[in-house]
C-alpha cells in the first residue's frame, strides 16, 4: 500500500515500480483512490495493468462496501502477482488497511506492508502545517514498513541529514530510502520480511522486529454476544480494528461486526457469508482466542 501526504510523489513511486516488476515478469494489479470526482493519475496506469478506483472521496471514509466490492471484481476477473493500492493524501494508514483487508477475501490476500512516500521539504517545514495535517503526516510516517523520502535532490547535504534524522525519530523499525522524483528499486519491496505463526491465527508481520500485524480469525462455532463483547473487554489497547461476520447463537445468519478502539458495533445480516473476523493491531500474537472459539 502507498502512503503519503498530498504531492509527496506517490504516483510517481507507483508507476516506477510498475514499470520494475513488468520488466521481471510479475503482473501487477492497482487500486488508486482519488478524492476529486475525475481520474487523471489512473490514465498514466496503461491498459495492460488490471485497474480499478475509487473517486470523489477518500478510501477509509468512502464506505467499507464499496471497497469490498470493487477489490472482489478484481480479485474474481483477473489475474495478477501483486496488488499496488495507492491512497490519497489524506488517507489515513490504519484506517485505509481495515477498509481493503476485507474478511470476504482475507485469506487471497498477503499484506506485505505500508510505503510512505515523504515529501523531504514538507518534512523540514511540517511546523507550518495545521494541527490537523500535522498529526496525519506524523501518522503516516509512524505506521510505514518502508519510508521513502522523497525530493532530496532539492536540499542541501545538511538537510537531507536532518530529514534522515526525523524520519528515524518519528519511526525506528522502517527502513528509509533516499531519492528524488519517486525513484527507488522494486528490491525494497522484496526485502519486507512475511513471517507465519503456526498457531490459529494468520498475522501478516512485515519488517524486522515491526509490531503492527494484522490476523484473519475463523469461527469453529456459533458464540453469544456476551462471551465475545467480554473477550473484547479483555484486550489491550494495541488492538485497533476488528471486522467481520460473526455467527451467533440462534440466529440463521451471522452478524455483522465492527470494532474500533474500543468502540463496538453489531449489525444483523440477512444473507449466509463465510465468518472470520479481521483485527489490526500490534502484538497480536499475545491474544488468547480460545475460550471463544475464535479458530478452526
Not at 47 to 68: A, F, Q, R, Y
Not at 74 to 101: K, N, R, Y
Not at 167 to 192: D, M
Not at 259 to 288: C, D, F, N
Request: proline residues 4%.
Amino acid at each position: 500500500m502507498f502512503s503519503g501526504f498530498l504531492g509527496s510523489g506517490k504516483t510517481s513511486a507507483l508507476l516506477h515500480i510498475i514499470r520494475q516488476l513488468k520488466e521481471k515478469g510479475i503482473k501487477p494489479a492497482v487500486f488508486m483512490n482519488e478524492i476529486g470526482s475525475m481520474s487523471f493519475d489512473s490514465d498514466q496506469i496503461g491498459n495492460d495493468t488490471p485497474l480499478k478506483e475509487i473517486l470523489e472521496g477518500c478510501i477509509c471514509c468512502t464506505g467499507s462496501e464499496l471497497v469490498e466490492a470493487q477489490l472482489q471484481q478484481l480479485l474474481a476477473e483477473q489475474e495478477f502477482d501483486v496488488l499496488l493500492i495507492e491512497t490519497t493524501g489524506a488517507a489515513h494508514p490504519i484506517e485505509t488497511l481495515d477498509a481493503v483487508f476485507s474478511p470476504l477475501f482475507a485469506d487471497q490476500l498477503e499484506v506485505k506492508g505500508i510505503i510512505t512516500i515523504v515529501d523531504s521539504t514538507v518534512l523540514l517545514l511540517q511546523e507550518k502545517l495545521s494541527t490537523m495535517a500535522l498529526m496525519l503526516f506524523h501518522e503516516q510516517i509512524k505506521h510505514a514498513h518502508l519510508l521513502i523520502a522523497n525530493k532530496m535532490d532539492e536540499l542541501t547535504d545538511n538537510e537531507q541529514m536532518q530529514v534522515v534524522q526525523s524520519l528515524q525519530s518519528k519511526n525506528k523499525f522502517a527502513s528509509i530510502v533516499q531519492t528524488s522524483h519517486g525513484k527507488f528499486s522494486s528490491n525494497e519491496l522484496e526485502k519486507i520480511s512475511y513471517q507465519k505463526n503456526a498457531s490459529q491465527t494468520t498475522p501478516v508481520k512485515i519488517g524486522t522486529d515491526w509490531p503492527l500485524e494484522t490476523s484473519f480469525f475463523r469461527f469453529s462455532a456459533p458464540i453469544s454476544i456476551d462471551m465475545m463483547e467480554n473477550w473484547l473487554k479483555s484486550l489491550p489497547d494495541t488492538v485497533y480494528r476488528m471486522k467481520g461476520y460473526v455467527p451467533i447463537e440462534g440466529s440463521k445468519y451471522p452478524y455483522v461486526f465492527q470494532y474500533s478502539y474500543g468502540m463496538v458495533q453489531w449489525l444483523p445480516e440477512y444473507v449466509k457469508v463465510p465468518t472470520g473476523i479481521v483485527i489490526i493491531g500490534e502484538r497480536l500474537q499475545e491474544i488468547s482466542l480460545k475460550h471463544v472459539n475464535l479458530y478452526e
